[in-house]
Nanobody, 126 residues
């Protein structure tokens, strides 16, 4: 099974920035729709940003204008740039891929994404 590795989380003050990284083996990150999701304690995963095989991106309403998803030039890493973070952004951030290798991202539904990493914790203090 392909494993994912998320990194870059940490503690930051409100208004600060973080850059999260998602890596996976092989061509996984260029074959599938890739998404960053976050999970608050006791709640279901919430979609944050998606990027498809053509690098078309989608950002959720709550993070619009503050978060950006993009791939690096090698296509081996998918980043989530988080700017102007708020306490409400605190959570465990995980990356995953849509269950089948589609060209585009068809949904925000976390239940049809595959997650195989530990995630990276983001804590924003006021």
């Amino acid at each position: 099974q392909v494993q994912f590795m998320e990194s870059g989380g940490g503690s930051v003050q409100s208004g600060g920035s973080l850059k999260l990284s998602c890596t996976a083996s092989g061509d996984t990150l260029t074959t599938y729709c890739v998404g960053w999701f976050r999970q608050f304690s006791g709640q279901e995963r919430e979609g944050v940003a998606l990027i498809d095989r053509e690098d078309k991106t989608h950002v959720s309403g709550s993070t619009q204008g503050r978060f950006t998803i993009f791939r690096d030039s090698t296509k081996k890493v998918v980043y989530l740039q988080m700017n102007d973070v708020k306490p409400g952004d605190t959570g465990l951030y995980v990356c995953g891929t849509y269950r089948t290798p589609t060209a585009h991202c068809p949904t925000w539904d976390a239940t049809v994404f595959v997650f195989r990493g530990q995630g990276t914790q983001v804590t924003v203090s006021s």
